[in-house]
């Protein structure tokens, strides 16, 4: 059973850090792309950053220059850094994986269980 664990988030003030971790653990292959995505109530979930296997990424207009996304290829784990946070980057983070099990030749793309991210004073 491959699962994605993220690390908690948390209440931040305006122009604040906070970084998140999500790591992948089960019976795992290979993990190809892995990302970031982001959703408020009534909203869809969008795209907040994605990062291919061999590191090349990708992110929305609303948080280039200030969010970097990374991943640890040998620790299964993918990390988004937020620097300059702003009360409209308060959502629940979910992380997200292409992953290929043991069991299985086929990729599955997987979800994080979501974490809350409030940016408030």
């Known amino acids: 059973q491959v699962q994605l664990v993220e690390s908690a988030g948390g209440l931040v003030q305006p122009g604040g850090s906070l970084r998140l971790s999500c790591a992948a653990s089960g019976s795992i292959f290979s993990i190809y792309n892995m990302g970031w995505y982001r959703q408020n109530p009534g909203k869809q979930r969008e795209l907040v950053a994605t990062?291919?296997?061999?590191?090349?990424?990708n992110y929305a207009d609303s948080v280039k220059g200030r969010f970097t996304i990374s991943r640890e290829n040998a620790k299964n784990t993918v990390y988004l850094q937020m620097n300059s946070l702003k009360p409209e980057d308060t959502a629940v983070y979910y992380c997200n994986a292409d992953i290929r099990s043991l069991a299985s030749a086929a990729t599955v793309n997987y979800w994080g269980q979501g974490t809350q991210v409030t940016v408030s004073s």
């Open positions: 990062i291919t296997r061999a590191g090349y990424t």
